[in-house]
Nanobody, 122 residues
Framework: QVQLVESGGGLVQAGGSLRLSCAASGLSFSSYAMGWFRQAPGKEREFVASISLSGVSTDYGDSVKGRFTISRDNAKNTVDLQMNSLKPENTAVYYC???????????????WGQGTQVTVSS
């Protein structure tokens, strides 16, 4: 079955960096666009970043543009999210997801990981 497993979350001070990784199995990875979403307590799950099948095209939520970078390695079936200049409001559970096309809409995504907690202290 399809599995998406996130790693790399943790506790970091404001201004610091973290790199999240998502390892995919059970699907033809290069046939799927990948996305990162996050959900803070009491809030809706929101779009963070997406990347096209080949990795050529990327898209970002307005609040993370210029600070976060999404990348993928189709040979390793992984997608990463480099997060720099982190802020306390970035605290959330971060999820990777797979879809047939890249999208900012979570409804488009077919498969989801279990999430990894990111906590940014002030």
């Amino acid at each position: 079955q399809v599995q998406l497993v996130e790693s790399g979350g943790g506790l970091v001070q404001a201004g610091g960096s973290l790199r999240l990784s998502c390892a995919a199995s059970g699907l033809s990875f290069s046939s799927y666009a990948m996305g990162w979403f996050r959900q803070a307590p009491g809030k809706e799950r929101e779009f963070v970043a997406s990347i096209s099948l080949s990795g050529v095209s990327t898209d970002y939520g307005d609040s993370v543009k210029g600070r976060f970078t999404i990348s993928r390695d189709n040979a390793k079936n992984t997608v990463d999210l480099q997060m720099n200049s982190l802020k306390p409001e970035n605290t959330a559970v971060y999820y990777c997801a797979a879809a047939r096309v890249p999208s900012m809409r979570k409804q488009v995504y077919n498969y989801w990981g279990q999430g990894t907690q990111v906590t940014v202290s002030s």
